[in-house]
């Protein structure tokens, strides 16, 4: 696994191949590309993967029917039963570290006047369920495999009417299992089909070169001064290993300007200033 957190995220692109999930980070879409995963998928050991999401995060990985807005006394679980693979990025200039491509099983787990330590793990609130009758539910998704391995879910779809506790645990124990079994067969390879589930984003000094290298090119635009003369200075008191990153700052340049030869216009140098004016 690569270092860094790990983000589910659905693995929907658009027409260019660039993930939907995560556009709105960067204005350079080329930049949320996944690699292809070359060869036979590797991975045979499936794992457990847990996440504490939003509700936002809970509905773009298609759980929109647990999604509960406006409510603090809901908590949000993704719950991925997967074996994967880790692709590094290719382009240094992403804000993905790692893409994490994935077969199998991805569950959405909503749990509602959840009290105590109910919400700190999802074998908590499953205890929570069984002992204290507290409101659960839960949906799951088969992600690159679909119906070859239905009925190996028998168990957990009767328990998907009853709610999220104790035995879903149990009948998710059952499905590591099988599902095991399913991937270590050869003859299975070609019922395989890996989707990107998650991403490890880059590390804080790649993260933080990207941050400074916008914020160099906003500057230079609420300043007036073209993309080609803002090459020509050099940024003063950056932090030790953060560097400016040039395919962002003429992105931004581009993207606002249109040019990173002409001098932006008042208009432009307006809305440069709304973006690093723009709150908290």
């Known amino acids: 696994m690569a270092n860094g957190t790990y983000v589910p995220v659905s693995g929907v692109t658009d027409a260019n191949g660039s993930l939907l999930a995560l556009q709105a980070l960067v204005s350079d879409s080329s930049l949320l590309v996944p690699p292809t995963l070359q060869g036979q998928f590797a991975s045979s050991s499936v794992q457990l993967r847990f996440s504490s999401v ?3 995060l809970m509905a773009s990985v298609g759980f929109s029917g647990l999604s509960v807005s406006g409510q603090s006394n809901v908590v949000y679980w993704v719950v991925d039963v997967m074996a994967t693979d880790d692709v590094p990025s290719t382009n240094q200039s992403s804000p993905v570290s790692s893409w994490i491509f994935g077969v199998g099983l991805r569950l959405g787990i909503r749990g509602i006047s959840v009290k105590g330590n109910a919400a700190i793990s999802v074998p908590n609130l499953a205890a929570s369920a069984t002992l204290s009758g507290t409101s659960t539910s839960f949906q799951f998704d088969t992600i690159g495999v679909g119906f070859p391995i ?3 879910l028998t168990g957990l779809i009767d328990q998907s009417l009853t709610g999220f506790d104790v035995s879903t645990l149990q009948e998710m124990g059952n499905v590591i299992n099988d599902l095991t079994a399913f991937l270590a067969d050869p003859t299975n390879a ?4 890996p989707q990107v589930v998650g991403v ?3 590390t804080n000094p790649e993260v933080q070169s990207a941050a ?9 635009i609420q300043k007036g001064l073209a993309g080609e003369e803002l090459a020509g200075k050099t940024p003063k008191n950056l932090p030790a290993g953060i560097t400016l990153d040039s395919t962002i700052v003429n992105a931004v340049y ?9 001098e932006p216009n008042s208009a432009q140098k307006s ?3 709304q973006l690093t004016h723009s709150g908290p």
């Open 190 to 193: 070609s019922q395989l089909t």
């Open 200 to 202: 490890v984003f880059a």
């Open 212 to 220: 400074a290298s916008y914020g160099w090119a906003l500057r230079g």
């Open 54 to 56: 939003s509700a936002e």
């Open 254 to 262: 581009n993207n606002i300007v249109g040019s990173e030869s002409a």
């Open 150 to 152: 239905m009925s190996l």
């Open 271 to 273: 809305i440069a200033n």
